[in-house]
């Protein structure tokens, strides 16, 4: 199997657990419906301890476009293979979506929420602010780069890692996800999102194109800082693009506090 096989599938896999565990839970006469967060947030990093234990040994698992970028950032992964590793995840996105609609098929009419059915496929910010959500987004991706190169550093037990790169995603989304739904990473995000626009969902409502552009943007900056700050702070490797994703960073987390009056609960 090729790298670009193993990324599709295994960013397949992701979104057909992940996604398939809200819909259970959101769509109408399912009967995992009402399950809440907790059952989301475990199914979540279940769903992306099984993709890596699925494709790990063949590409790495990164399944995640905002991984990639942020290795490559820090000479961990070659940038010439970046593209080809950020179209096969989003790829996988998509197909994984689509068996999620399959899956269910029988509850999309029964469910009236628009909504819901969107956040099946995609994440929508609990509060409309674009910068406070990108700030959320790229703390959270900024958490899982930096936790999953420190847990490199540790000694432990053959096979082991994928599985605690799981909890790693289920106490981001206990204790990050709330404001945005974590999506951290671009793929899960856009490619779901263009099989919501695409397929034939009974009363889908919008597919909330005018967020579409915060869980890229937001995992990108937050995943480049936070394989930056590991090489910075762990390894002591000073460099000049730690300190001008910092500034970045800084003017955003200023821009979301300046901005913060605009913020919106109905949109």
Known sequence: ?????????????????GGGVVAGVLLHKSKAFGGGWVVITFAWGLAVAMAAYAVGGVSGAHLNPALTIALASIGN?????????????????????????FLYLPHWRGTEDPGAKLGVFATMPA???????????????????????????????????????????????????????????????LGPRIAHALLPIPG?????????????????VGGVFGALFFKQIFEGENSIAFWIC????????????MTIKSAKEDY
């Open 1 to 17: 199997m090729s790298t670009f096989t193993a990324e599709l599938v295994g960013t397949m896999l992701l979104i057909l657990f």
């Open 77 to 101: 992964f070659p940038w010439a293979d970046v593209p080809l590793y950020i179209l096969a995840q989003v790829i996988g996105a998509f197909l994984g979506a689509v068996l999620v609609y």
């Open 127 to 189: 509060i409309k602010h674009p910068l406070s959500n990108i700030t959320a987004e790229m703390i959270g991706t900024f958490a899982l780069v930096l936790g999953i190169l420190a847990l490199g550093t540790n000694e432990i037990t053959d096979g082991l890692n994928p599985f605690l790169v799981g909890m790693l995603i289920v106490v981001i989304g206990m204790a990050l996800g709330g404001p945005t739904g974590y999506a951290i990473n671009p793929a899960r995000d």
């Open 204 to 220: 889908k409502g919008s597919s909330g194109w005018w967020y579409a552009w915060v869980p890229i943007v937001g995992p990108i």
């Open 246 to 257: 910092g500034v970045v960073v800084l003017i955003i987390l200023i821009g979301a506090q």
